[in-house]
């Protein structure tokens, strides 16, 4: 028998050096100079948040009239793992080669995806990842892909541009970059694009991916895109969704409704997705 | 301090190349100016009012005028907006600010009122830009002053150690003066205000204090009095002149530039190239602004940081540092043609090599030590890694800390600080403290290192400079060979193609007419 305890996936808690002891680093300032009263008010904060055994490491004078904390503390909650389901993008992992192959073989010509980091957002960085030659952590941009025609066109571009330039590259794939999200001015803009897609009747006609440092899947999902990627997505990861994807669509629509239907119940309820969900059953 | 032992033939031919280049690009700047060159002129006049627009938003003055000058036929503007102008206010009887806010609000329309005889205009104009360059002057001076009162002991040749330069982004100018004031507080030197992530492309500047913005705060006149003002109350409660930065850079560069003087800054985002090859604006726009901006701020003595800390964002940083080095060498030249002098040149350089390579640190010493060394008297402004940041904060602040080494061994003379955020945000109140506290540490306990040790001769790091210099070398041949339009075009800076044509604000350059008329050209110090 083990000498120490196993993982309770039913009960799963933050580790620190024991089992389940729930140990948790905060660090967080308060607008008031430091003094004892300031030590007692981080405490009790902490102590609402439901966390025990609370030990206040610093206080620390950052500026007049702020003070910075870094406490330790244990977390009395925990959380049931087994019952989690996460929405993911439902795609292969797959090498360029073997993406190249399949798009050769079962699409017989190629793919056009166009990229941009689109609104006021100007950086290029996400986008240049995943389509310039070069790629990303080793892992070549989606214009060295054979099969796949890759326009890259940059930062700033208006929701507007990008629908007309999906149109006359008659693209199949349209990915946007959202770095920037202050003021949720990423989610706005791609719930912007969706809306205009919708208004002109493009919604169906381009797979829509988001990809950023904050963006998830799941709140791709929300913003009516069909799927979203995180940071430290790579170029070949895009690539095969977009192949995965664009075949999932050439099968009737409904089988697609069957498969696609029962997975996005488990947590999206959001309008627009069940709303650009009926509209692919409809057509 | 150590140096390398670098071909100095090498460094000069490297600089005669820079002159080459820029050449036939001056005489375009000879004969060439832009709408916001001409916008920039009426400000120094002191035309600064807003015309209100529906939706109660200020539109400038300067740019209501400029567009009736401007119009599908660009010929009146070609004789430059001053000799419009001026003779209005002579026809009116009225002052600049007078003027101003009667022509932009449609009072008087400049092309069809009696024109004055044209010496008497000049005569004018003449007047009124001397009078113009004499209040930049009083701002230069009056800045000037409170560093020598407060013992500034700011160094472009970074003997003193790297001084710590940090960025507030909140959107809120009244918010960003609260994290200016912490910030120095905990011993920042320099405070830079981001701007909104889509100010560089607009075409005018906002107008008024701002509370709200995307990812920075909008650069205006209001806004930098603001926090200039909130800046000289805190350096003489610390007894330390604090610095403030801002951008001159995209469509409204001149501009910036004229109320960066006026509103005694002590730093500048600017760039010769920048903004052609990360804004896609148009290179003879920007080639033209850059000149006409690099006047003032040579008269205002400000302090330039150039952009090469972003070129190997997009390019592969250890393949491509040599067009970093190339870069410089071509600011430098630009910067001297419009009369500035190598202690304002602060040269930007971040080197943003793959952590993962071994011995990396060896060769960002040897990048940091060569554009040092390169450029002796100017002061050297050193960047922290972004690209290979991520959500680790911890890794991420020890990536910092290492820069914050690097920095102090080679001299660097501006450190920007990284924030353990990068990744994430904008740098939260409690994230700039951590990393000033980071510098602090670092500067301190590394101050003389620099002096203590010498470069193994061939060794590592001097290989990689000497390699580096060789690259630069033969980047420059062919960016001379080719011209630096054509260069552009071919892809030689940050892996970005541009062409001549192309690009936002092409339509704002236009010829000067032979009867052009803008005496700040004769008048600013060359």
């Known amino acids: ?283 | 301090m150590a140096h390398l032992a670098l071909n100095s033939k090498k460094v000069e031919r490297c600089r005669e190349l820079a002159e080459n280049i820029s050449q036939p690009v001056e005489s375009i700047i000879a004969t060439h100016s832009t709408l916001a060159i001409e916008r920039a002129v009426l400000r120094l006049l002191g035309v600064d009012g807003a015309v209100v627009q529906k939706g109660g938003q200020g539109f400038p003055e300067v740019n209501a005028i400029i567009d009736q000058l401007s119009g599908a036929d660009q010929s009146p503007i070609s004789r430059g907006v001053l000799y419009w102008f001026v003779n209005a206010m002579i026809q009116k009887k009225m002052t600049a600010a007078e003027a101003g806010r009667a022509a932009a609000g449609g009072k008087i329309n400049l092309l069809k009122l009696p024109v004055a005889p044209e010496a008497e205009i000049r005569k004018k104009a003449e007047e009124l830009c001397r009078k113009a360059i004499s209040d930049l002057v009083a701002s230069r001076d009056r800045r000037d002053s409170l560093r020598r009162e407060l013992g500034d002991k700011f160094d472009p040749e970074g003997k003193s150690g790297p001084i710590i330069y940090v960025i507030v982004a909140t959107g809120n100018i009244f918010e960003d003066v609260i994290q200016a004031k912490a910030a120095a507080q905990a011993g920042a030197d320099a405070i830079a205000v981001i701007r909104s992530t889509a100010q560089s492309l607009l075409d005018y500047i906002p107008h008024g204090a701002t509370t709200e913005g995307f990812g920075g705060t909008y650069a205006t006149q209001e806004n930098f009095r603001i926090m200039r003002e909130a800046l000289d109350e805190e350096s003489k409660k610390l007894g330390r002149y604090i610095r403030l930065t801002n951008y001159c850079s995209g469509l409204c560069m001149p501009e910036i530039a004229a109320l960066g003087a006026r509103e005694r800054l002590d730093f500048l985002l600017n760039d010769a190239m920048y903004g052609i090859l990360f804004r896609d604006i148009n290179m003879k726009r920007t080639l033209i602004d850059q000149h006409f901006s690099r006047r003032i701020i040579a008269l205002s003595k400000i302090v330039i940081h150039t952009g090469e800390d972003n070129y190997l964002t997009t390019a592969d940083a250890i393949e491509n540092g040599h067009q970093v080095l190339a870069s410089q060498f071509i600011n430098e030249r630009f910067a001297l043609n419009a009369g500035m002098s190598q202690n304002l040149l602060g040269l930007g350089h971040a080197l943003e090599m793959n952590p993962e390579h071994p011995n990396v640190f060896l060769l960002e010493i040897a990048r940091a030590q060569m554009t040092r060394d390169i450029f002796p008297k100017s002061p050297i402004k050193f960047m922290p890694p972004t690209r290979y940041k991520c959500g680790d904060i911890f890794y991420s602040h020890l990536m910092d800390a290492m820069f914050n080494f690097v920095g102090v061994l080679t001299g660097q003379t501006i450190q920007l600080l990284g924030m353990p955020t990068e990744a994430m945000h904008t740098p939260l109140l409690q994230d700039r403290w951590m990393s000033i506290k980071n510098a602090r540490y670092i500067f301190s306990g590394a101050k003389d290192l620099g002096a203590e040790i010498t470069y193994r001769d061939g060794g590592q790091i001097e290989r990689w400079a000497e390699k580096v210099l060789d690259e630069t070398l033969s980047h420059l041949e062919l960016i001379a060979g080719k011209g630096l339009f054509r260069a552009i075009e071919e892809r030689a800076f940050a892996e970005v193609s541009r062409t001549e044509t192309g690009g936002k604000g092409r339509d704002g350059v236009f010829m000067r007419d032979p009867a052009y008329l803008n005496p700040f050209f004769d008048q600013l110090p060359l």
């Open chain 1, 1 to 283: 028998m083990s000498k120490v305890a196993q993982v309770n996936l039913k009960k799963l808690r933050p580790y620190g050096d024991i089992m389940d002891d729930g140990t948790i680093q905060l660090a967080f300032t308060l607008p008031v100079e430091p003094s004892a009263e300031a030590r007692e008010a981080a405490q009790q904060l902490v102590q609402k948040m439901g966390f025990e055994q609370i030990k206040l490491a610093a206080m620390e004078q950052a500026g007049t009239g702020f003070s910075f904390f870094v406490i330790y503390a244990n977390t009395r909650f925990s959380v049931d793992m087994t019952r989690i389901k996460v929405i993911k993008v439902d795609s292969e992992k797959r090498a360029r080669d073997e993406i190249d192959e399949l798009i050769k073989t079962q699409i017989g010509r190629k793919l056009v995806v166009i990229g941009a980091c689109t609104g006021f957002d100007a950086h290029t960085v996400g986008i240049d990842a995943i389509i310039n030659m070069k790629g990303f952590a080793g892992d070549y941009g989606l214009e060295r892909y054979q099969w796949l025609d890759a326009h890259n066109l940059g930062a700033q571009v208006s929701n507007e541009d990008l629908l007309r330039k999906a149109q006359e590259f008659k693209a199949d794939a349209v990915l946007v970059s959202k770095v920037v999200t202050q003021h949720n001015i990423h989610l706005k803009d791609m719930k912007d694009l969706i809306a205009r897609a919708e208004k002109l009747g493009l919604r169906d006609k381009f797979i829509f991916a988001a990809g950023g440092p904050r963006i998830t899947h799941p709140m791709a999902l929300e913003c009516g895109f069909d799927a979203g990627f995180g940071v430290g997505t790579k170029p070949s990861e895009v690539a095969s969704y977009v192949l995965d994807e664009f075949l999932r669509r050439q099968i009737p629509r409904s089988s697609v409704k069957r498969k696609l239907v029962p997975k996005l119940k488990s947590r999206v309820s959001k309008n627009a997705k069940k709303k650009a969900t009926k509209k692919k059953v409809k057509k």
